[in-house]
């Protein structure tokens, strides 16, 4: 069974900070990996969507890696603004189902 | 046009209702998907349809029953639930279940049953 797990569970930083979430999973059997974001009380948002023979993507200040062999991937956010604050959740695609990780909450304070 | 609606926002609904949760796509998405998100976790998978077709029931009890009328929409008919089915409910589509394709969520229905 797949598992996913996301370090750390919650990240307060001050404006302007580079930061990195962490993503690990249990099966290398991948398809692809997504992070997404998540306001309170809303739906998700698709940030970036890795293939599993990709090994990163890029958009706008963030920036996703993926080590498939090792079960890891990185969410990495440049100068980061208080509009960040979310919670951000990593899933997996492995055998037809979407696996979530329990997210990092982020807050980023002016 | 990468969006997908849900309908209503809000529900509340007393554990005798009969209620209706829609969801619709117009990306010609040929796969949608129900989740439930309680508070603070993430989403659960539910159910998956592929070409208007159940493919995937993660046992969920049957006071909840899902309805794929067309290919571009998706309803969750609600019944005699409990008070613990309170929760995010997510609707979500993609290309096809193939396991490339990127999922799109749609916002979200709060229910909440009393």
């Known amino acids: 069974k797949q598992e996913v797990t996301q370090i750390p569970a919650a990240l307060s930083v001050p404006e302007g900070e580079n930061l990195v979430l962490n993503c690990s999973f249990t099966d290398s059997a991948i398809y692809n990996l997504q992070w997404f974001r998540q306001d309170p009380g809303k739906g998700l948002t698709s940030l970036l969507l890795?293939?599993?023979?990709?090994r990163e993507q890029t958009s706008g200040r963030l920036n996703a890696s993926l080590d498939k062999s090792s079960g890891r991937s990185t969410l990495y956010i440049a100068a980061s603004q208080p509009g960040d604050s979310a919670t951000y959740l990593c899933?997996?695609?492995?055998?037809?189902?979407?696996?979530f990780g329990q997210g990092t909450i982020l807050t980023v304070h002016p | 046009d990468t969006e997908v609606t849900q309908t209503p926002k809000h529900l509340v609904m007393g554990m005798t209702n009969k209620k209706s949760l829609k969801c619709e796509q117009h990306m010609g998405h040929r796969a949608m998907y129900w989740y439930k998100q309680k508070a603070k976790k993430p989403p659960e998978l539910m159910f998956v349809y592929s070409y208007e077709k159940l493919s995937i029931n993660e046992s969920v009890p049957s006071r909840f029953s899902p309805e794929c009328p067309n290919s571009s929409l998706l309803n969750l008919h609600l019944h005699a639930l409990q008070p613990e089915d309170s929760a995010l409910y997510l609707c979500?589509?993609?290309?096809?279940?193939?396991?490339?394709?990127?999922?799109?969520f749609g916002p979200g229905t709060r229910l909440t049953v009393t």
């Open positions: 899933a997996v695609t492995s055998y037809g189902k979407l696996t």
């Open positions: 979500a589509s993609s290309r096809s279940t193939g396991d490339a394709y990127e999922q799109y």
């Open positions: 890795i293939q599993s023979s990709q």
